[in-house]
T-cell receptor
């Protein structure tokens, strides 16, 4: 089945620094990937839709200059949290869809802690 | 009102019992329906994917979709402690590509 690999699984960084999270589709090509944020005991909140070769589409209220998304190839999308602050600490998850007749596959998530 | 409603639980059942989960939705444009299982600090894992109304079975899991009532269900037979997790329903509109999630139901299967 479809596999989405996300790296790193956890990261601790200092306030003001930037952190990059990678999302790879291992056995299929994904023209579109999605980035979510999840707070404890809450459901997933879509942050942005990552489109291969073009700009990402951000959901309302998500700062595009803070959460930089790059989808340079059909198998890789990256999310960079710039000038991170403690309130950016959260669980970030990516997903992709192999084909229309299949559900979305999620990465294992990245736990970001900003100190 | 949320587009997709799901009871947050927790739902506690003894090992071997049937777990019954459900979601209701308000938008008839939703055409594809999914159930995910999420363990703590992990990404969601796809359990079931259905398109039309009716039943779909896969091992211990059965998904039901009733579009006329805007109601979907997931049943887990012979539940195991390892089934303890949060279960999320999700759905997509026919022409769309964004998932809309329910809030998730936390399930505890006690040995």
């Amino acid at each position: 089945g479809a596999v989405v690999s996300q790296h790193p699984s956890w990261v601790i960084c200092k306030s003001g620094t930037s952190v990059k999270i990678e999302c790879r589709s291992l056995d299929f090509q994904a023209t579109t990937m999605f980035w979510y944020r999840q707070f404890p005991k809450q459901s997933l909140m879509l942050m942005a839709t990552s489109n291969e070769g073009s700009k990402a589409t951000y959901e309302q209220g998500v700062e595009k200059d803070k959460f930089l998304i790059n989808h340079a190839s059909l198998t890789l999308s990256t999310l960079t949290v710039t000038s991170a602050h403690p309130e950016d600490s959260s669980f970030y998850i990516c997903s992709a869809r192999e084909a229309k007749n299949y559900g979305y596959t999620f990465g294992s998530g990245t736990r970001l802690t900003v100190v | 009102q949320k587009e997709v409603e799901q009871d947050p639980g927790p739902l506690s059942v003894p090992e071997g019992a049937i777990v019954s989960l459900n979601c209701t939705y308000s938008n008839s444009a939703f055409q594809y329906f999914m159930w995910y299982r999420q363990y703590s600090r992990k990404g969601p894992e796809l359990l079931m994917y259905t398109y039309s109304s009716g039943n779909k079975e896969d091992g211990r899991f059965t998904a039901q979709v009733d579009k006329s009532s805007k109601y979907i269900s997931l049943f887990i037979r012979d539940s195991q402690p390892s089934d303890s997790a949060t279960y999320l329903c999700a759905m997509i509109k026919a022409a769309g590509n964004k998932l809309t999630f329910g809030g998730g139901t936390r399930v505890l299967v006690k040995p």
